[in-house]
Nanobody
Framework: QVQLVESGGGLVQPGGSLRLSCAAS????????MGWVRQAPGKERECVAA????????YYADSVKGRATVSRDNAKSTVYLQMNSLTPEDTAVYYC?????????????????WGQGTQVTVSS
Protein backbone atom coordinates (compact mmCIF):
# COMPACT_ATOMS: atom_id res chain seq x y z
CA GLN A 1 0.00 0.00 0.00
CA VAL A 2 0.91 3.65 -0.31
CA GLN A 3 -0.03 6.66 1.79
CA LEU A 4 -0.44 10.03 0.10
CA VAL A 5 -0.31 13.50 1.62
CA GLU A 6 -1.04 16.60 -0.46
CA SER A 7 0.12 20.13 0.25
CA GLY A 8 0.28 23.49 -1.47
CA GLY A 9 -3.36 24.44 -1.75
CA GLY A 10 -4.80 27.75 -0.67
CA LEU A 11 -6.37 30.98 -1.84
CA VAL A 12 -5.09 32.30 -5.15
CA GLN A 13 -6.14 35.32 -7.18
CA PRO A 14 -7.41 34.81 -10.73
CA GLY A 15 -4.48 34.64 -13.09
CA GLY A 16 -2.19 33.37 -10.38
CA SER A 17 -0.26 30.14 -10.06
CA LEU A 18 0.27 27.43 -7.54
CA ARG A 19 2.18 24.22 -7.14
CA LEU A 20 0.64 21.24 -5.44
CA SER A 21 2.81 18.51 -3.98
CA CYS A 22 1.98 14.98 -2.97
CA ALA A 23 4.36 13.02 -0.79
CA ALA A 24 4.05 9.26 -0.82
CA SER A 25 5.15 6.70 1.74
CA UNK A 26 4.91 2.97 1.97
CA UNK A 27 5.45 0.77 -1.03
CA UNK A 28 7.98 1.85 -3.67
CA UNK A 29 6.68 5.04 -5.24
CA UNK A 30 8.01 4.28 -8.70
CA UNK A 31 5.66 1.32 -9.05
CA UNK A 32 2.60 3.59 -9.12
CA UNK A 33 0.89 5.52 -11.86
CA MET A 34 -0.02 8.86 -10.29
CA GLY A 35 -2.77 11.35 -10.92
CA TRP A 36 -4.37 14.56 -9.73
CA VAL A 37 -8.15 14.49 -9.42
CA ARG A 38 -10.28 17.44 -8.46
CA GLN A 39 -13.82 17.79 -7.28
CA ALA A 40 -15.75 21.03 -7.14
CA PRO A 41 -18.99 21.39 -5.18
CA GLY A 42 -21.87 19.82 -7.05
CA LYS A 43 -19.63 18.43 -9.78
CA GLU A 44 -18.21 15.03 -10.58
CA ARG A 45 -14.59 14.18 -9.95
CA GLU A 46 -12.29 15.06 -12.79
CA CYS A 47 -8.82 13.69 -13.44
CA VAL A 48 -6.98 16.82 -14.48
CA ALA A 49 -3.51 15.30 -14.89
CA ALA A 50 -1.75 11.97 -14.68
CA UNK A 51 1.78 10.68 -15.05
CA UNK A 52 3.30 7.29 -15.70
CA UNK A 53 5.66 5.46 -13.39
CA UNK A 54 8.78 6.76 -15.08
CA UNK A 55 7.36 10.17 -15.83
CA UNK A 56 7.66 9.69 -19.57
CA UNK A 57 3.93 9.60 -20.16
CA UNK A 58 1.48 12.31 -19.13
CA TYR A 59 -2.19 13.17 -19.54
CA TYR A 60 -4.03 16.46 -19.17
CA ALA A 61 -7.73 17.15 -19.20
CA ASP A 62 -8.85 19.69 -21.76
CA SER A 63 -9.87 21.98 -18.92
CA VAL A 64 -6.25 22.46 -17.83
CA LYS A 65 -4.27 21.66 -20.97
CA GLY A 66 -1.66 24.33 -21.59
CA ARG A 67 -1.96 25.63 -18.03
CA ALA A 68 -0.87 22.61 -16.01
CA THR A 69 2.28 20.56 -15.71
CA VAL A 70 2.47 17.28 -13.83
CA SER A 71 5.84 15.90 -12.79
CA ARG A 72 7.31 13.44 -10.36
CA ASP A 73 10.53 12.84 -8.50
CA ASN A 74 10.79 9.15 -7.75
CA ALA A 75 13.86 9.69 -5.58
CA LYS A 76 11.77 11.94 -3.33
CA SER A 77 8.56 9.89 -3.69
CA THR A 78 6.73 13.05 -4.67
CA VAL A 79 4.43 14.09 -7.49
CA TYR A 80 3.72 17.72 -8.37
CA LEU A 81 1.06 19.70 -10.18
CA GLN A 82 1.99 23.17 -11.37
CA MET A 83 -1.02 25.22 -12.45
CA ASN A 84 -0.90 28.64 -14.05
CA SER A 85 -3.44 31.20 -15.22
CA LEU A 86 -5.90 30.03 -12.62
CA THR A 87 -9.58 30.92 -12.91
CA PRO A 88 -12.47 30.60 -10.46
CA GLU A 89 -13.46 27.45 -12.39
CA ASP A 90 -10.33 25.79 -10.99
CA THR A 91 -11.69 26.07 -7.46
CA ALA A 92 -11.96 22.55 -6.07
CA VAL A 93 -10.51 20.04 -3.68
CA TYR A 94 -7.51 18.51 -5.36
CA TYR A 95 -6.65 14.90 -4.59
CA CYS A 96 -3.51 12.98 -5.30
CA UNK A 97 -4.19 9.40 -6.38
CA UNK A 98 -2.14 6.30 -7.10
CA UNK A 99 -2.66 3.06 -8.96
CA UNK A 100 -0.38 0.07 -9.41
CA UNK A 101 -1.84 -1.03 -12.75
CA UNK A 102 -0.45 -0.61 -16.22
CA UNK A 103 -0.88 2.64 -18.14
CA UNK A 104 -1.65 6.21 -17.24
CA UNK A 105 -4.99 6.42 -15.45
CA UNK A 106 -7.37 9.09 -16.73
CA UNK A 107 -10.54 7.91 -14.99
CA UNK A 108 -10.84 8.75 -11.28
CA UNK A 109 -12.47 5.40 -10.50
CA UNK A 110 -9.38 3.52 -11.66
CA UNK A 111 -7.25 4.79 -8.80
CA UNK A 112 -6.86 2.61 -5.74
CA UNK A 113 -5.22 4.99 -3.29
CA TRP A 114 -6.11 8.55 -2.41
CA GLY A 115 -4.79 11.39 -0.33
CA GLN A 116 -6.96 13.50 1.94
CA GLY A 117 -7.16 16.37 -0.54
CA THR A 118 -6.12 20.00 -0.50
CA GLN A 119 -8.47 22.92 -1.11
CA VAL A 120 -7.69 25.32 -3.94
CA THR A 121 -9.78 28.48 -4.07
CA VAL A 122 -9.38 30.97 -6.89
CA SER A 123 -10.97 34.26 -6.00
CA SER A 124 -10.26 37.96 -5.87
Amino acid sequence: QVQLVESGGGLVQPGGSLRLSCAASGRTFSTYQMGWVRQAPGKERECVAAISRSGSGTYYADSVKGRATVSRDNAKSTVYLQMNSLTPEDTAVYYCAADSGVGVRTVPGRYDYWGQGTQVTVSS
